[in-house]
C-alpha cells in the first residue's frame, strides 16, 4: 500500500467532514474541532512509515492551545507505530473504536441496487438533515455530523424516500454523503432509519452515490466503518468494498467517550 494512496484517503477524509480549523506538522494533518466526530478532531499520519516520537509533545500543544483534548487516530496493523503506541500508553492514552478502513470501485457501487427515485442533492436538505436527529441515533452526534458534513467542498446528499405502497410512504427512510476530493468518492454519514432496515435501501443509497461519483469521472471509493458494525461491513463486502488497514483513536479515559469515528 504506498504512501500516497494513505495520504490521498486521510485527507479526502478530512475534507468531508472539515474541521473548525486544520493545522499541520510534517507527516500529520491536525484537525481541530470541539464536535462529537473523531475523523474532525484527531491527529493523523499521513504515512504508515514509523512517526517521529519529537512531533508527540508537539501536537499535544497545538490541541491543548485549542482547547481540546489531544486524540491519535493511528493504524494498528505492523510494527510501525508499536513505539508510538507505547509512548501514549506512558502518558496515559488507551487504544479506543477499531475502525476498517475499505476501498473500492463506483462502478461496482453504481451496480450494486436501483437508484431510481433516489434523490441526489448539491446542498443538505431538511427531510436529510432530521434523519440524523430522529429516533434510534444519537441526536448530538448527529447535529455534529450535519454540521461537518455540510461543509465540505464537493458533495452530493444523498436521500431515499419510502416507496408509494409502502409502510410510510414519502418519508426519508435512508441517508447518505459522498464527498469528492483527492480523487476518491468518500462514503459517509450511511444511515437507515431504524424500522426500515433489512429492504435494500442502503444499496439502493450506495448505487446512487456511485451514479454521482462516475458522472464526475471519479472511479475510487472508500469508507470507514467500526469494526464491530458487521451488519455494515457485510454491506459494504457485497458491494465490492475490501479491507485497507485499521486504526484506532487513542484517547486519555478523561477524553471524550460519545466520539463516533
Known amino acids: 500500500m504506498s504512501s500516497s494512496l494513505i495520504e490521498s484517503i486521510e ?116 427531510d436529510w438533515s432530521r434523519v440524523y436527529l430522529g429516533e434510534g441515533f ?34 426519508v427512510a435512508a441517508v447518505g454523503c459522498a464527498c469528492f476530493a483527492e480523487g476518491w468518492a468518500g462514503v459517509h454519514g450511511m444511515r437507515t432509519r431504524p424500522m426500515y432496515r433489512g429492504r435494500g435501501y442502503a444499496r439502493r443509497v450506495l448505487a446512487a452515490m456511485g451514479q454521482a461519483a462516475l458522472a464526475r469521472g471519479v472511479t475510487r471509493a472508500f469508507l470507514q466503518v467500526e469494526i464491530e458494525n458487521q451488519l455494515a461491513r457485510a454491506l459494504y463486502a457485497r458491494t465490492g468494498f475490501e479491507p485497507l488497514w485499521t486504526y484506532v483513536y487513542w484517547r486519555r479515559p478523561l477524553g471524550r467517550a460519545v466520539d463516533r469515528p
Open 138 to 171: 444519537d441526536a448530538v452526534d448527529g447535529a455534529h455530523r450535519v454540521r461537518l458534513l455540510q461543509r465540505a467542498q464537493d458533495a452530493v446528499y444523498v436521500s431515499l424516500r419510502v416507496p408509494e405502497g409502502e409502510s410510510g410512504a414519502g418519508c
Open 11 to 126: 485527507r479526502a477524509t478530512v475534507a468531508a467532514v472539515p474541521p473548525d480549523t486544520l493545522d499541520q506538522l510534517p507527516g500529520w494533518l491536525l484537525p481541530l474541532d470541539s464536535g462529537t466526530v473523531g475523523r474532525a478532531h484527531s491527529a493523523v499520519p499521513l504515512t504508515h512509515e514509523p512517526p517521529a516520537l519529537a512531533l508527540l509533545p508537539q501536537i499535544e500543544a497545538r490541541y491543548a492551545a485549542q482547547g481540546l483534548a489531544p486524540v491519535f487516530r493511528l493504524p494498528v496493523e505492523g510494527t510501525a507505530f508499536a513505539e508510538f503506541g507505547a509512548a501514549l500508553r506512558e502518558r496515559g492514552y488507551t487504544p479506543t473504536q477499531p475502525t476498517l478502513v475499505m476501498q473500492g470501485e463506483t462502478r461496482r457501487m453504481a451496480d450494486s441496487g436501483d437508484a431510481t427515485g433516489v434523490q441526489v442533492d448539491l446542498q443538505p436538505q431538511a
